[in-house]
């Protein structure tokens, strides 16, 4: 039995999460939601936690960075030749941003932004619940370049 679109039996559910593992050993997750949740209930912190829960489990661990922030950015990261991450943030957003905070794996040995001299320079930071923060001002739609330092490199 499955009740019809408008009856008062039917129960929505979203998300649903299904993990499976394929023949050749990878991780396949499917999502469901149902189309009347809509964009601004999917959007929203407790589902950008879940999200990211999905992320680390589909990639075995923790993913190395991701930005914490509440507001929405684009990130994306390379490994240089010596294993740290260099990171290039970009606010998209109405508002700047006082600081940005980076989830990371593992507390970073040091954090360096990328000047508009084309020089790396050493950026404080607070390590707290897992998260760098930096007091580093993004206004909207700019970009940042980071290169975050394993543990080990303090120097």
């Known amino acids: ?30 999502t469901g939601f149902h189309m009347s949740v809509s964009p601004h209930t999917i959007h929203n912190p407790p589902r950008k936690e879940w999200l990211l829960a999905v992320l680390d489990k589909l990639n075995g661990k923790r993913l190395p960075v991701t930005v914490a922030n509440e507001q929405n950015f684009v990130a994306l990261t390379r490994q240089d030749k010596s294993g740290n991450t260099v990171l ?23 954090i360096q932004v990328l000047t508009p001299e084309g020089k790396w320079e050493n950026i404080a930071f607070e390590w707290k619940n897992n998260k760098a923060i930096l007091p580093h001002k993004m206004d909207c739609y700019t970009l940042s370049v980071f290169k975050i330092y394993n543990a080990q490199d303090r120097n």
């Open 1 to 30: 039995y499955s009740p019809f679109a408008s009856s008062t039996e039917l129960e929505k559910a979203a998300p649903a999460t299904v993990f499976a593992r394929n023949s050749l050993g990878g991780y396949i997750c499917t």
């Open 88 to 110: 290039t943030v970009c606010n998209v957003n109405f508002e700047p941003v006082q600081s940005l905070e980076l989830r990371c794996a593992e507390k970073p040995g040091k």
